[in-house]
């Protein structure tokens, strides 16, 4: 059963770049599966999607993080980023990564554990 | 502020039936399917309904979604108390290019 696990730093500084992986298992990241993508949920507030990369290599973005945001995928480690630029404590949030396989149409069946990233100085 | 409207919170007493809405517009709800996830306190969402009204295997037939127009629901019926969760609504928009999600619905067993 396909399992995903992020990883990256907890503290980032205001105007650095946060980076974090998501590490598939169970699976591989190169079949041709539908889209992976990352969430971000601000403590006591709502999901918020920033982005998703599809097995073709097609990218789609949150417009409000404008180009902040960049997701890219390591087929080689079976894993996939985020790139979150010139962060501020607005971005302050639990990062979630997600599939979705295409089984059940486009919802997002398997999630991360969720990491908090913490941004101050 | 969501672009999906949901209620901040719901609430019911065991056995009775809740509904939550979610409200869109053309290019979201309108045009496109609606997912509702669940989010148990301190643990990752997890989806409930796919693709308006469908639910995967393991997910109780207590749930069920609807969806007319640009508005969508999430119903529960048979409350129990292990369904005190955070319960989020998510279209596609073809305007934006992006998944949208509700704000989020508490809801309470009391």
């Known amino acids: 059963q396909l399992a995903l696990q992020e990883s990256g730093p907890g503290l980032v500084k205001p105007s650095e770049i946060l980076s974090l992986t998501c590490t598939v298992s169970?699976?591989?990241?190169?079949?041709?599966?539908?889209?992976w993508g990352w969430i971000r949920q601000t403590p006591g507030k709502g999901l918020e999607w920033l982005g998703s990369?599809?097995?073709?290599?097609?990218?789609y973005y949150n417009p409000s993080l404008k180009s902040r945001v960049t997701i890219s995928i390591d087929a080689s480690k079976n894993q996939f980023s985020l790139r979150l630029s010139s962060v501020t404590a607005a971005d302050t949030a639990v990062y979630s990564c997600?599939?979705?396989?295409?089984?059940?149409?486009?919802?997002?069946?398997?999630w991360g554990q969720g990491t908090m990233v913490t941004v101050s100085s | 502020q969501s672009v999906l409207t949901q209620p901040p919170s719901a609430s019911g007493t065991p056995g009775q039936r809740v509904t939550i809405s979610c409200s869109g517009s053309s290019s979201n709800i309108g045009s496109n399917s609606v997912n509702w996830y669940q989010q148990l306190p301190g643990t990752a969402p997890k989806f409930l309904i796919y693709n308006d009204n469908e639910r995967p295997s393991g997910v109780p037939d207590r749930f069920s979604g609807s969806k007319s127009g640009t508005s969508a629901s999430l119903a529960i019926s048979g409350l129990q108390s292990v369904d005190e969760a955070d319960y989020y609504c998510a279209a596609w928009d073809d305007s934006l290019n992006a998944w949208l999600f509700g704000g989020g619905t508490k809801l309470t067993v009391l």
């Open positions: 997600f599939f979705c396989s295409g089984t059940y149409y486009d919802a997002f069946d398997v």
């Open positions: 990369i599809y097995y073709t290599g097609t990218t």
């Open positions: 169970g699976g591989s990241i190169s079949s041709s599966s539908y889209f």
